[in-house]
């Protein structure tokens, strides 16, 4: 019996994904990481593969899951590094037509994700 509230994939990190089955999802060719709508915590997984230099942009294909539908697609997203003040360091963030800036610590994690997320201490 299928668990309704989980959701099996699997990853080659090469960008090929397989279902829990070990069928090969086409629709996702290409991605390495995840997006998880329900945390900010998965747009440290882009920013800390790269080192970044100033005015530096990438896309990534992302593999994004909806929560808590766990509907699965492919998304590009787009990172610029834009400026660091102290140890924090800032990235524009673009998916489709939304923007906003991301704040990550020294280790990468997001601590601000503007009318998303902030990280109290």
């Not at 668990?3 to 090469?14: E, R």
């Not at 492919?74 to 590094?81: A, C, E, G, I, S």
């Not at 610590?105 to 902030?118: R, T």
Request: charged share 25%; hydrophobic share 35%.
């Amino acid at each position: 019996m299928d668990d309704l509230n989980s959701l099996n994939l699997m990853s080659d990190g090469k960008g090929t994904w397989f279902d829990k089955d070990g069928k090969v999802i086409d629709k996702l060719k290409g991605a390495i990481d995840i997006d998880i709508s329900a945390t900010p915590f998965s747009n440290s997984l882009p920013i800390n593969r790269i080192d970044w230099f100033l005015n530096q942009q990438e896309l990534f294909e992302m593999v994004y899951i909806s929560i808590p539908s766990h509907e699965i697609k492919k998304v590009p997203q787009f990172y610029k590094y834009i400026r660091t003040t102290g140890n924090l360091r800032y990235f524009k963030y673009r998916c489709y037509d939304y923007e906003t800036i991301i704040c990550v610590d020294e280790q990468g994690l997001v601590i601000n994700y503007p009318k998303v997320f902030s990280r109290i201490k």
